[in-house]
């Protein structure tokens, strides 16, 4: 296909249309066909309106050792310090200040039109500057002819600043947001100059003003504006201040609606206001970022002028102390995610000096209701659905230090979003030295002396470029951008025109720091919008563009990072890449333009149609699964979890509820397991302890199903408290039949006929022992010979870990089931079926050898040949343990008491303590007197904390891999090592369930994420919201999002099961959740395909064939392959019905059974023989 010609080059007649204004060639393309068809370009793809492009200034900067080049004041003229010269910082004001009132912003702009952007720096207490851009990285101050001037200083503290076309008519005006006296607004007269107009315009706010956000928030065609304040009087309001949204009226001038709006929310700390449409529903929704306790604010746009506060149900976390924050496509999905900021640090050693004890101390507050807030950054991740992942972790952005200012972008123009942040602060307020001398000063102005002696907390900004798959490389230094200081409120614009966006930053007590992009490399588009129905900048805004590349998106949003604003243009870095496919534009009226096959390196000046836009068509639903939520739950008590362990990394409570399908009378039930508070599904009485998992099996032989009851967690002794219950089957119910004296915490419980004997054997696999954690309990195999169970011995006298789940499958293809294990602090273990002999331990030949945090396993044949591979869910990496290896070690390391357990992480080769000497001190002998000063302890070793005596008599235990995969089988020798897909690794998998449920003949992978279970300074490891993986038939699998898949399975998600619920013979998923309803998912049909539902009628042993496989064969020879089992993944078990689908141009011919005992049957499909099948076994 030709390429759109946009060159630089002048004709008269048909062609493009030169106009060289202010300077500059500029081509204007008339969208007629003959012209179309001139530039290659389709007349359907493009509107009627005219673009102008110019191309962007050749890159003339010599490239450097780094990618940016720190530009002196000297040569740009960008002479503006910083000062804070107000006494009253350190004094009646120095609350507000140091807690609210800290940093400034910048403001980045082509305030006169010339066609150069210009730059505003404001100073907290001195003249703020505006700056004029003369070309040549050249600017001259023109602050005083430009009319700007800020009367009320020092007293009155410059914070935020904003460039925004308040009045709609095409120039932008400059806000100013103040503490203690009133905001400022200068309105651009278009001749260089400003007229200061808040008051008369209604925005001369007086309070702790941070930040305005502008935004046409209700999308009549102007920009509205949310004020984001501070603290303002720390007596009369400790918790800050009420926040402001105005609605332009139209004209230019404002009215205060923040009541009718729904957003008097209360008091706020606020240090950024960020307008986002998490739920992509068109209409823009805004994040309020709000420092200490005060919690962060949703607000749904609900698209009538009103908002409602979401953020319960879109997260269950946000930062403790909120920051700065940025939005952007991070991970190329098509959706903008946010990061929000905290000031967690980037090294073990400064979190040891403070954060940690704060962390440790604060993150059990809960605000609001079932939203925890950490001291930490949160990345949170766009599903197209209301609810959000969070990934920071993962990302390696947990921890940035004192961030103030994060701002998202394509700084070396490969086509993926990079991250830069400021960082610093006037002191380390939160070093717990400096904390613990104020709080033992003698009087409130010793404390402030000390606090003001206390040198400068001067820390690197920091930058990190983004491989693909949410993986960043922290390249500050590398990229000459690793200043170190106390920097604040940043911004981008291209001040060269070269396409490459260059940086700018404030600073405490200094000049703003000034960065030139030499990037020399990487192809690049800027796109610049004037709405005629939109607001005239186009705000809100957003651009699509897809090249070879991928596929990239962008929202035009003037308030990002902290206090500043940024040139208001689009950037795409295009890599390689010198055609964009496709440019899509979406406009606030609802009007859509696209445009096909344009050059890169351009920059691109897009106008908006004229007139109303078309009403935007309704989006009819496309997902597989329709959810349901389900009158069905476990209610928890308050926490009961009373182990002597204080240190353990885990709790060991609230891990159901399990669920287990319940087959009788050709009708499947749900049992939901049950916890202190409610009782198992069928059953009156709540026991002492919650259930673990729960099995449902022939335990007799007289035909009707059984339920074997296990008993999990670590609140009592262990004891009879623990046995589990044998529930026999019969006509109206259970009733109650012995088993061995056998009582233990279960973590995992499956069946199979071992021996081939006829009828089902038992594994009950122990999670814990009560005080001794990880000491490995002992597991129990259970022979049944006609409903009499007898304990089998195996392995390490059945001491085989701390074992999560465990799956009978015939690993080797011998005809016996093998029994696999998933275990805590160890490894996937393998045991290999003798014949029916017993069971030897076989893992580290096959290739499990790796430990970790393994929590759930499932076997099918993910490759396709023909052999089991096992998925295995695991911690993922968006947790703490990231880094790994996670080391644990058991001992006495106190003058008395019971063992405990202290965690370690290593650095450089060493060993250091995880836990902060708060938590340790009264644990371990010495500690206290040997470490007084947080600071030392920080530097200690593991064995200096310890004592290697004490350390060497300890028992260590390790967690090598922490990603959840899949171990496949190879041709020739083990099983090898697959990591899923990154969006797995964002939480720990619990259920999982293998089936081919996309209708391509391949088997997929449903699962469920999420652990409310680490300690409070862990966090809950909640980032996933559960996930549906496409599998291709070769081992490879791809993650579909939830607003494709339609699963949703947000909280503290358990079991996942497989079952049948509308009887349409399509396989529908049903979840549990901790403390919460359980969650249903129907499926919705593929089109084309038709689906299968097959039950075994096994022997009176073994009913429902357990441990059989079925395949279907298709008329074209192709297969299918299912297996029956009973209990695999996390606490569940599945329907024993297997489900196929096949297109319906390929009939189905015939079913092939291999039953548990080794014989075989096939049995003949009839055309249109129905949905439903029911095989019988040759006896």
Known sequence: MPRADLSDKCTSGVGPICDRSGGRARRILRFSGLILGWFGLAPWA?????????????????????????????????????????????????????????????????????????????SKTEASR?????????????????????????????????????????????????????????????????????????????????QAAFCDYDRDGDLDVYVQTNLLDTVKAPQGQPDYLFRNRGDGTFENVTMTAGMAGGETAGHSATWWDHDEDGWPDLYVANDY???????????????????????????????????GDVDNDGRADLLVADMATSTREKDQRGTAKIRAMLDTAVHPPGVFQYMRSMLYLGTGTARLREGAWLAGMAGTDWTWSPRFEDFDNDGRLDLHVTNGMVRELHNADLVQDISASESLEAGMRLEKAAPVFAERNLAYRNQGGLAFEEVGVAWGLGQVGVSFGSATGDFDGDGDLDLVYGNYEAGPTVLRNDSDTGHRLVVALRGTTSNRFGVGATVRVESALGRQVRTLVLARGYLSTSEPVLHFGLGKDEVIKTLTVEWPSGHRQRFTNLSADQKL??????????????????????????????????????????????????????LAVLPKDGREQLLLG???????????????????????????????????????????????????????????????????????STGAVTAADFDRDGDLDVFLGARVLPGKYPLPPRSVLLRNDGGRFSEMPLPQNGELGLITSASFSDLDADGWPDLLLATEWGPVVYLHNEQGLGFTDRSAAQGFSASGFWAS????????????????????????????????????????????????????????????????????????????????YAKATLT??????????????????????????????????????????????????????????HVDLALVQNSHAPAPSLGRFSGGVGLLLAGDGRGGFRALDPQTSGLLVPGDAKALVVTDRNADGWPDLVASRNDESALAFLHRGVAGQQPLRVVLQGPAGNPTAIGATVTLTLADGSTRTAAITAGS???????????????????ARAFTVTWSDGTSSTHAIEPNGGIMHTLVHPR
């Open 46 to 122: 493009l509107p009627s309106t005219g673009v102008v492009a110019e191309p962007l200034a050749v890159r003339s900067a010599p490239r450097g050792a780094t990618l940016f080049a720190t530009m002196p004041a000297a040569q740009t003229g960008i002479v503006a310090e910083n000062r804070y010269a107000d006494p009253r910082m350190w004094k009646e004001k120095f609350q507000e200040f140091k807690f609210g009132a800290m940093g400034t912003g910048v403001a980045v702009g082509d305030f006169d039109g010339d066609g150069r952007v210009d730059l505003f720096v404001v």
């Open 130 to 210: 505006l700056f004029r851009n003369l070309g040549g990285w050249k600017f001259e101050e023109v602050t005083v002819q430009a009319g700007i001037s800020e009367p009320g200083k020092p007293a009155g503290w410059t914070q935020g600043a904003a460039f925004a076309d308040v009045d709609n008519d095409g120039r932008l005006d400059l806000y100013l947001s103040r503490f203690g006296v009133p905001n400022l607004l200068f309105m651009n007269r278009g001749d260089g100059t400003f007229r200061e107009e808040a008051a008369a315009r209604g925005l001369a706010v007086v309070d702790a003003s941070g």
């Open 293 to 327: 306790a005060v919690p962060d604010f949703l607000y749904r746009n609900n698209r009538d002028g009103t908002f409602t506060d979401v953020i319960g149900r879109a997260v269950d976390q946000t930062p403790h102390s909120s920051m700065g924050a940025d939005l």
């Open 605 to 658: 000046t897009i106008t908006e149609p004229a007139g109303p836009a078309r009403p935007e068509a309704p989006v009819q639903p496309s997902a597989l699964f329709t959810a349901q939520t389900l009158e069905l739950q476990a209610r928890e008590q308050p926490e009961t979890d009373s182990n002597p362990q204080a240190l353990l990394p885990f709790r060991f409570d609230r891990r159901g509820p399990a």
């Open 674 to 744: 049950g916890t202190t508070k409610d009782p198992l599904t069928g059953f009156a009485l709540a026991d002492a302890l919650d259930d673990g998992p729960l099995l449902v099996f022939e335990a007799n032989g007289d035909g009707l199903p059984d339920l074997l009851q296990t008993k999990a967690g670590t609140s009592r002794p262990m004891g009879a408290d623990y046995q589990p219950k044998l529930h026999l089957g019969t006509a109206t119910g259970f009733t109650s039949a012995p088993l061995p004296a056998l009582p233990q």
């Open 857 to 936: 396993i499932v076997a099918a044949d993910f490759n396709g040949d023909g052999r089991p591979d096992y998925a295995v869910g695991n911690a993922g990496l968006n947790t703490p343990y990231r880094e790994g290896p996670a080391y644990l070690f058991h001992g006495r390391f106190g003058d008395g008491g019971p063992p405990q357990v202290i965690e370690a992480v290593q650095e450089n080769n060493q060993l250091y303590p995880r836990r902060t000497r708060n938590e340790l001190g009264p644990r371990v002998a010495g500690l206290l007197r040997r470490f007084p000063r947080h600071n030392d």
């Open 944 to 1001: 200096e904390v310890l004592g290697a005596e004490r350390l060497a008599k300890a028992r260590r235990f390790d967690a090598t891999e922490l990603r959840s995969g899949l171990y496949l089988s190879q041709p020739v020798g083990p099983h090898r090592f697959v990591a899923l897909p990154w969006e797995v690794q964002l939480a720990p998998v619990q259920g999982m369930v293998a089936l081919d449920v996309t209708g391509d003949g």
């Open 1129 to 1147: 993944g996390y606490y569940s078990q599945s329907s024993p019905a297997v489900f196929f689908s096949y297109p319906s141009a390929t009939p």
